[in-house]
């Protein structure tokens, strides 16, 4: 176990080296790590250390524990250490950290500047049987009952760890690691659809160059791309090929910019800001921003062409495109909108407006992904009344942003829809209510995913970012 570790102050500054024995012989203050890994359900894997380990033999304690070596970053060592000795590998989040100075078996002394990582897997452990003796998955309640049953079959860096958070600061360690792990899914999904547009549109010199310039413009650098995530989420829960969702969300995402630009065009709702820069028709002009609507509307279904799978899946694919983006889809729900200028709709008619708009698109999205799985057949109806839900709570929320939020956080112009005397959910039902009706709607997103189970878990989180989006 000859091992050089980084001795520290207690600010956890470097100081020097020394080897590990001697260290623990001594009380060295060093630095260290400790590994918390949970399940989805809140279940916090535990390790009974080895018999043979250098001290706390036979002890419970968290997951995995260790020691960054000399030239060695903490989280590239807990990574490490979590493989070698629980044969695990995921996301590990900073959770915390603790300085503590403890005698520990076999005469040595645990002095330690504690690194806390949390993560999550649903995976059973493949433990080394050099590390540990056992494992197991205990809910946090069970963790706090047996501590205060047998303490002493704990080892005793976790049971201050367990006294200072408790179980409600675990619990929230086992949050900030989910939300790490879907934070960390959708910034890869976001980069592989930018670099999906990048390749399906024609470049800036492919003529006519600037119609090209325009849609590039338009599309590239800016935006949530939340039709793309959705439709992945949902290719994801229904066991879909990711190259073919990478293209379908770049299709839908050429659909819904095309139905921005035009918009924002003076005859709509005439907008000068959008992703935080001018408008297609202020930077160009507007005959091009209506030719570049034209265009990526097209340029969507050439896109849907290309997309990996059997031909009469393509058309599927096609034919949801079509049918959310037409007269009865969003179109149509722009034209009502446009229509109401000035009128006060009552509240099942400004539902069916916000449902064609928007919702129509995101149905169409989330349809689409479970589309690309060619397996076993994917029942669509749970992914139907999702869409239903956050369909209708995005354009309310998008409602109580543009009231709410300052044109610097949106990107586009706050309270435009109050000056051009447009109604909408804050305007017919005022700010709380709007709020309240939002929250319903997430609860019924989260209800209509229960038979997907686990599978729908970023489909969950999607739900909650779209209810508690700030722009
Ligand atoms: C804005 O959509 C228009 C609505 C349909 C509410 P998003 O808010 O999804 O637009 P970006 O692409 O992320 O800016
Ligand atoms: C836009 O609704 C809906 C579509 C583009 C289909 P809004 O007009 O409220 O969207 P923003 O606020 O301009 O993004
Ligand atoms: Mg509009
Ligand atoms: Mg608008
Ligand atoms: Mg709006």
Redesign the pocket.
């Given at each position: 176990m000859e091992e050089t570790l980084i001795l520290v102050n207690k600010d956890d500054c470097q100081t020097g080296f020394a080897e590990k024995l001697h260290i623990h012989q001594q009380g060295l203050l060093h630095r260290a790590f400790s590994i918390f890994i949970f399940d989805r359900q809140g279940r916090l894997l535990l390790q009974q250390r080895a018999l043979g380990k250098y001290h706390s033999q036979g002890l419970w304690t968290n997951t995995c524990c260790g020691h960054p070596r000399r030239g060695e970053t903490t989280e590239a060592a807990a990574r490490r250490r979590l493989f070698e000795e629980m044969g695990l590998e995921c996301e590990l989040r900073l959770v915390s950290q603790l300085l503590y100075h403890e005698q520990v078996s076999n005469q040595l002394i645990e002095h330690e500047y504690d690194h806390v990582f949390a993560g999550i897997c649903q995976q059973d452990p493949v433990a080394n049987p050099e590390e540990a003796l056992a494992w197991q998955w205990l809910s946090l309640a069970q963790v706090s009952q047996r501590l205060s049953q047998a303490p002493q079959t704990f080892s005793i860096w976790f049971r201050r760890i367990f006294e200072r958070h408790g179980i409600i600061g675990l619990r929230a360690w086992q949050e900030q690691a989910r939300s790490a792990l879907f934070d960390a899914w959708r910034h890869a999904i976001v980069e592989r659809t930018e670099r999906m547009l990048e390749q399906q549109l024609p470049s800036s010199e492919t003529l006519p160059s600037v119609l090209h310039q325009a849609m590039r413009y338009a599309v590239l650098g800016g935006g949530k791309r939340m039709r793309p995530l959705l439709c992945q989420a949902a290719g994801l829960a229904a066991g879909a090929n990711p190259a073919a969702l990478d293209m379908v969300g770049a299709a839908l995402e050429m659909m819904h910019v095309y139905?921005?630009v035009h918009?924002d065009l003076p005859a709509m709702?005439d907008?000068e800001l959008r992703h935080g820069r001018a408008t297609v028709h202020v930077q160009f002009d507007q005959a091009t921003a209506i030719l570049v609507g034209d265009a990526l509307q097209s340029q969507a279904f050439i896109t849907l062409r290309r997309v990996p799978v059997a031909a009469e899946r393509q058309a599927l694919l096609m034919g949801e495109l079509a049918m959310a983006v037409g007269s009865l889809g969003?179109a149509g729900g722009?034209m009502i909108d446009i229509d109401s200028v000035g009128q006060a709709l009552d509240i099942p008619r400004l539902e069916q407006m916000h449902r064609m708009?928007?919702g129509a698109l995101i149905r169409a999205a989330l349809r689409m992904g479970a589309l690309c799985a060619e397996g076993a057949p994917f029942d669509l109806e749970p992914l139907d009344r999702y869409a239903a839900a956050i369909g209708l709570a995005y354009q309310v929320v998008?409602d109580i942003l543009?009231a709410t939020a300052d044109t610097a956080t949106l990107g586009?112009t706050a309270g435009k829809d109050a000056q051009d005397h447009k109604p909408n959910y804050v305007s017919l039902l005022g700010l709380e209510p709007s709020r309240r009706l939002v929250r319903q709607l997430d609860e019924r997103a989260h209800q209509a995913l229960e038979p997907l189970a686990e599978r729908a878990e970023q489909l969950h989180e999607l739900a909650d970012l779209v209810i508690n989006r700030l722009h």
């Open positions: 139905s921005l918009d709702d907008d969003m722009q708009k928007t998008d543009d586009k």
